[in-house]
Antibody, heavy 119, light 107 residues
Framework: QVQLVQSGAEVKKPGASVKVSCKAS????????MHWVRQAPGQGLEWMGR????????HHAQKFQGRVTMTRDTSTSTVYMEVSSLTSEDTAVYYC????????????WGQGTLVTVSS | EIVLTQSPGTLSLSPGERATLSCRAS???????LTWYQQKPDQAPRLLIY???SRAIGIPDRFSGSGSGTDFTLTISRLEPEDFAVYYC?????????FGQGTKLEI
């Protein structure tokens, strides 16, 4: 069955970076875009960007360009998202979610990774 | 960027009643790219409706979606206890994906 398994919770200081992983299984890794969506405590969902695992092409939300990096490792079917220059406003649950190319919706989500930014 | 506004913010109903949730876009959205999700506390969102009106696999037929242009609706015909959750609409347009702020459906 399809699984997206994310790395564990992180606590970071302001100004630091965090890297979250999402390991996919149960489907053809390169056939689906992988997106990152975050949710601050008690707030709604915010799209951050996507990576095409087939060619590593990235498309960011305008807000996150320059501060978010996405990579993939096809040998392990894992995508990574790194956020730099963290502030308290980056405290959130970060989800990976897949999209069958061209459908423009997210049909399966990871379990989420809580990132807490605190001094 | 297309802004999605959901209403009401909170909807208080009882099991067995009908729920109508609204999602309004700041400019026209292709129906092909309007999606609804359900999120329960401490869980990831779950795909409910895609293409404005198509149910995802395993979604009961009491959930239905409709609408076009700038106005979309999610209807739950007869609420079950497990339907009380937060619902989000989402769209794709101009190379960006955006979500509404959510509607909380509470007992």
């Amino acid at each position: 069955q399809v699984q997206l398994v994310q790395s564990g919770a992180e606590v970071k200081k302001p100004g630091a970076s965090v890297k979250v992983s999402c390991k996919a299984s149960g489907y053809t890794f390169t056939s689906y875009f992988m997106h990152w969506v975050r949710q601050a405590p008690g707030q709604g969902l915010e799209w951050m960007g996507r990576i095409n695992p087939s060619d590593a092409h990235i498309h960011h939300a305008q807000k996150f360009q320059g501060r978010v990096t996405m990579t993939r490792d096809t040998s392990t079917s894992t995508v990574y998202m790194e956020v730099s220059s963290l502030t308290s406003e980056d405290t959130a649950v970060y989800y990976c979610a897949r999209e069958l190319e061209g459908t423009c919706y997210f049909d399966f989500w990871g379990q989420g990774t809580l990132v807490t930014v605190s001094s | 960027e297309i802004v999605l506004t959901q209403s009401p913010g909170t909807l208080s109903l009882s099991p067995g009643e009908r729920a109508t949730l609204s999602c309004r876009a700041s400019q026209s959205v292709s129906s092909s790219y309007l999606t609804w999700y359900q999120q329960k506390p401490d869980q990831a969102p779950r795909l409910l409706i895609y293409g404005a009106s198509s149910r995802a696999i395993g979604i009961p037929d009491r959930f239905s979606g409709s609408g076009s242009g700038t106005d979309f609706t999610l209807t739950i015909s007869r609420l079950e206890p497990e339907d009380f959750a937060v619902y989000y609409c989402q769209q794709y347009g101009s190379s960006q994906y955006t979500f509404g702020q959510g509607t909380k459906l509470e007992i």
